[in-house]
């Protein structure tokens, strides 16, 4: 069975699914590398899914999966390949994702 993520924290501070809002957007994406389990780690693989990029689930769970997703990303955008989204790797990758819509990819 597939998990879904839920928020469970105040709307200001709830992450948005960036490929559907074209909203510019706000700083503050928490580094997230493996083992790292949250809503965060939601969308980010909602958004590497969105750009074709497998994370093996949409679960909140930073995994194999969604670590060597984050590796191709980074790999291909010529960033430092090191599996962890800093601030840097979260800046490009929501500014690739903003406003896209839904693609055949992302995971309901």
Known sequence: MLKTCVTREP???????VHFDDRTIAAGYPTVRYGSKGN???VAQDALNAL????????????????????????????SADGILGPLSWSR????????????????
């Open 40 to 42: 965060y780690v939601c």
């Open 11 to 17: 709307i200001d501070l709830t992450p948005r699914w």
């Open 93 to 108: 990758l929501m500014s690739q994702v903003n406003g896209i819509g839904k693609t055949s990819t992302v995971i309901n």
């Open 52 to 79: 074709g990029l497998t994370t093996g689930g949409l679960d909140g769970v930073f995994g194999t999966q969604t670590r060597n997703a984050v590796l191709t990303f980074q790999s291909r955008n010529g960033l």
